[in-house]
């Protein structure tokens, strides 16, 4: 199987922009969740999608958004982008249905960098 | 709430000698455990995971973690370390029901010939 794939890998933007990244799930994975990695905070849950709703989110601020699709693939969206979200951003993607705890497979990040 | 902590932010070792990655849990539910690599440039690659099976889990590349619920420890070793075990590794915890992770802080494990 192919594994969790994420587009683009590298984005440059400049503050005030918006940016959209994508992630395609392990095929027959429903759940997608992203994360955000920044050497001071770490790796931090954003959102997580099942069946095309969201059904966690962490405490990131309504700037950053996402939507998924009928066939799983995931997009993120963040809005009026400022300094500090240069970051990689994962995604995951778990069967995890359910409610158990599935073991997240995640892609090799988009690495944005805001000028 | 959960939470987890990684008491080394670097740990150094010899290329031949055991490797030792210490890792304390917190979580209101039973948790299921995970060892995470993230080596320079990559995504995360799951090595382990605990979900209340048997407490000593085997990994991939010849990583192992032991549960102790009654130290709320998942400390994860490796009897001889290699070269390219050089790496971050992130202790994530994930409570019953849910599938949000938390993860540690990382540890970088550095490893010299």
């Known amino acids: 199987k192919a594994g969790v794939t994420q587009t683009p890998r590298y984005l440059i933007k400049t503050r005030g922009q918006q940016v959209t990244l994508s992630c395609s799930p392990i095929s027959g994975h429903r759940s997608v969740s992203w994360y955000q990695q920044t050497p001071g905070q770490g790796l931090q849950f954003l959102f997580e999608y099942f069946s095309e709703t969201q059904r966690n989110k962490g405490n990131f601020p309504g700037r950053f958004s996402g939507r998924q699709f009928s066939n799983s693939r995931s997009e993120m969206n963040v809005s009026t982008l400022e300094l500090g979200d240069s970051a990689l951003y994962l995604c995951a993607s778990s069967t995890s249905g359910g409610g158990r705890v599935d073991t997240q497979y995640f892609g090799p990040g988009t690495r944005l960098t805001v000028l | 709430a959960q939470s987890v902590t990684q008491l080394d932010s670097h740990v150094s070792v010899s290329e031949g000698t055991p490797v030792l990655l210490r890792c304390n849990y917190s979580s209101s539910y039973s948790p299921s455990l995970f060892w995470y690599v993230q080596h320079p440039n990559k995504g995360l690659q799951l090595l382990l995971k605990?979900?209340?099976?048997?407490?000593l889990v085997k990994g991939i590349n010849g990583f192992e973690a032991e549960f102790k619920k009654s130290e709320t420890s998942f400390h994860l070793t490796k009897p001889s370390a290699h070269m390219s075990d050089a790496a971050e590794y992130f202790c994530?915890?994930?409570?019953?029901?849910?599938?949000?992770?938390?993860f540690g802080k990382g540890t970088m494990l550095l490893v010299s010939p």
């Open positions: 994530v915890v994930s409570s019953s029901g849910y599938s949000t992770l938390t």
């Open positions: 605990y979900t209340s099976a048997a407490t």
